[in-house]
């Protein structure tokens, strides 16, 4: 029987249908009283939300935790039953296609025209996601390759970015026709947020084995992250009076993406077995949960 693997598919994936879907169902089912359309849109989001994140973490060539955590995150799963929850999907799914190093062999162009057109869908309904098309541009060509870096790298992320200079009205067309808006969020117990700052602080520096991408390519990604936040306050500063909806989480976690391929280590040999400090954002997950059952219970 193989082991558990820190970055088996199997293991993830199954933790993430365990612990994702009942908060996101239940905070779909218990949204703002309204017609009977507006709840089936909210669980269709849901089901779209996890389809893509499964898809994600069983693609990732590494760095199923970081995927896991950003998709279970109490602002994911409360952006799940709205477009917002679709969008940090396809950013982490974008992510998870881009993580073989190097990204060779058969499956090649699929991943890169998969990525390239979640990437596309996410700046379609997200114009301030353009900066999750640097993901295409990594990793950097050796020296004297430009010329075909150019046709195999640069013109997909090109295209990525194609959507975000559309008519304004096809940009709100998709987040809207897509069902309404998320439930609204659950106002958190605050010991929950610890538990996941202690996982998503711990975990990174626990598990410090395998080699990181190089420097240039980690600063490209992370100046990447902090574009799309600017871009995020500078929509929010521009907006006209009454039609601000203030900085929501959900608006930044897509951004999180661009870190996954920045700080994922590689696998040294073959899979070794699950070592505990991986299991705090799954523990973290499980937490959401018993949180919505203590937030439904005092409401």
């Known amino acids: 029987m193989n082991r558990l693997s820190a970055d088996g598919a199997r293991f993830w994936g199954l933790a993430f249908l365990g612990l994702g879907p009942p908060v996101c169902v239940a905070l779909a089912l218990t949204g703002p009283p309204g017609p009977a359309l507006d709840t089936v849109g909210r669980l269709a989001h849901v089901a779209l939300f996890l389809g893509l994140g499964l898809s994600a973490l069983v693609l990732a060539a590494r760095g199923r935790v970081?995927?896991?955590?950003?998709?279970?995150?109490?602002?994911?799963?409360?952006?799940?039953?709205?477009?917002?929850?679709?969008?940090?999907?396809?950013?982490?799914?974008?992510?998870?296609?881009?993580?073989?190093?190097?990204?060779?062999?058969?499956?090649?162009?699929?991943?890169?025209?998969?990525?390239?057109?979640?990437?596309?869908?996410?700046?379609?309904?997200?114009?301030?996601?353009?900066?999750?098309?640097?993901?295409?541009?990594?990793?950097?060509?050796?020296?004297?390759?430009?010329?075909?870096?150019?046709?195999?790298?640069?013109?997909?992320?090109?295209?990525?970015?194609?959507?975000?200079?559309?008519?304004?009205?096809?940009?709100?067309?998709?987040?809207?026709?897509?069902?309404?808006?998320?439930?609204?969020?659950?106002?958190?117990?605050?010991?929950?947020?610890?538990?996941?700052?202690?996982?998503?602080?711990?975990?990174?520096?626990?598990?410090?084995?395998?080699?990181?991408?190089?420097?240039?390519?980690?600063?490209?990604?992370?100046?990447?992250?902090?574009?799309?936040?600017?871009?995020?306050?500078?929509?929010?500063?521009?907006?006209?009076?009454?039609h601000a909806d203030g900085l929501q989480v959900g608006d930044l976690l897509p951004l999180g993406a661009l870190l996954v391929p920045a700080f994922a280590r590689g696998r040294i040999g073959t899979a070794a077995s699950l070592r505990w400090p991986a299991l705090l954002p799954v523990l973290a997950a499980a937490a959401n949960i018993a949180a919505l059952a203590v937030v439904f219970r005092l409401a």
């Not at 396809?90 to 890169?112: K, M, V």
């Open 66 to 242: 970081a995927l896991f955590a950003l998709l279970c995150l109490p602002g994911s799963l409360a952006a799940a039953t709205g477009p917002e929850g679709v969008v940090i999907a396809l950013a982490a799914l974008a992510a998870a296609l881009l993580t073989p190093r190097p990204l060779t062999g058969r499956g090649r162009p699929a991943r890169l025209a998969a990525a390239t057109l979640a990437i596309a869908l996410a700046v379609l309904a997200r114009p301030a996601c353009a900066p999750l098309a640097g993901m295409l541009l990594v990793p950097f060509p050796p020296t004297g390759r430009f010329g075909r870096f150019g046709r195999d790298r640069l013109a997909p992320a090109v295209l990525a970015l194609l959507p975000a200079l559309l008519p304004t009205f096809f940009r709100t067309s998709l987040a809207a026709g897509a069902g309404g808006e998320a439930a609204p969020s659950p106002s958190w117990p605050p010991v929950l947020y610890g538990v996941w700052a202690l996982a998503l602080l711990v975990t990174p520096l626990a598990l410090r084995r395998g080699p990181l991408a190089p420097l240039a390519e980690r600063l490209w990604l992370v100046g990447g992250a902090v574009l799309g936040l600017w871009l995020v306050v500078l929509a929010q500063a521009l907006a006209p009076a009454g």
